[in-house]
């Protein structure tokens, strides 16, 4: 889902900028956002961790669910700040 | 024509109830072909000349599968924006 306000709110700000309709759309680019993220956690995190489509998600397909959302926040995380470190080492940046 | 700061407030309304109509739709588009995708990975191993009974079943049973997992997704997310940010 490619929501991009960008442009749009950009244009909202300059002179005559209403301020409710900017508020809106930030809104409610953050809620595309949210769900766009959503969306892409679902689509690996289903590969991970379900193996066939039964009855109900089972106990440790939820766990696992959970977890893998958690977890790859981590090493995003993990990942963004020693990158950063490595830019910093080298002095590159 | 100043743009839309020209807009009454019947006109913002309902600008801004097409905006949010748009993205529900679009969400909706993109949940829709996510679960084809997946639910036809998992349930057609070998695509026949028809969807027997038993692919039907198990697409059925896949997309509210996938609809759980999508809720249970976006809680553990929520729960763990809320954390960063109380950590902040």
């Known amino acids: 889902m ?14 005559g900028g209403d301020k409710e309709l900017q508020e809106f759309l930030m809104v409610e680019k953050q809620k595309a956002q949210f769900n766009a993220q959503i969306h892409e956690f679902n689509d690996f995190c ?3 961790c379900v193996e066939k489509a039964s009855n109900k998600l089972d106990s440790k397909t939820e766990t696992c669910l959970t977890n893998c959302v958690d977890r790859f926040i981590d090493v995003s995380l ?11 080492k080298s002095g590159g940046m | 024509m100043d743009g839309v700061s020209g807009l009454s407030g019947a006109q913002k309304d309902e600008l801004m109830d097409q ?16 679960m084809t995708e997946k639910c036809f990975k998992k349930c ?12 039907q079943k198990c697409v059925a049973m896949c997309m509210d599968r996938y609809m759980d997992s999508w809720n249970l997704v976006s809680k ?10 109380t950590n902040m």
Not at chain 1, 78 to 88: D, K
Not at chain 2, 19 to 34: G, P
Not at chain 2, 44 to 55: A, F
């Open chain 1, 2 to 15: 490619s929501t991009d306000f960008g442009d749009f709110s950009q244009g909202l700000t300059g002179k």
């Open chain 1, 46 to 48: 289903w590969e991970k």
């Open chain 1, 78 to 88: 993990l990942i963004t700040n020693r990158f950063a470190q490595l830019l910093q």
């Open chain 2, 19 to 34: 905006v949010k109509q748009q993205i529900a739709v679009a969400n909706a588009q993109e949940l829709l072909t996510k």
């Open chain 2, 44 to 55: 057609i191993s070998k695509p026949g000349t028809s969807l027997d009974s038993s692919e």
């Open chain 2, 76 to 85: 553990a997310y929520s729960l763990r924006i809320q954390r960063e940010q």
